[in-house]
């Protein structure tokens, strides 16, 4: 139960790294 907590915080955290690089980029090209 806690290695599947670990595995969802992971995953949520590397969206949001995702989502924010993604931001990120799309406001250096506008």
Known sequence: MNIHLQLHT????YLYICETSFSYLLQLYI
């Open 10 to 13: 992971t995953y949520i955290t």
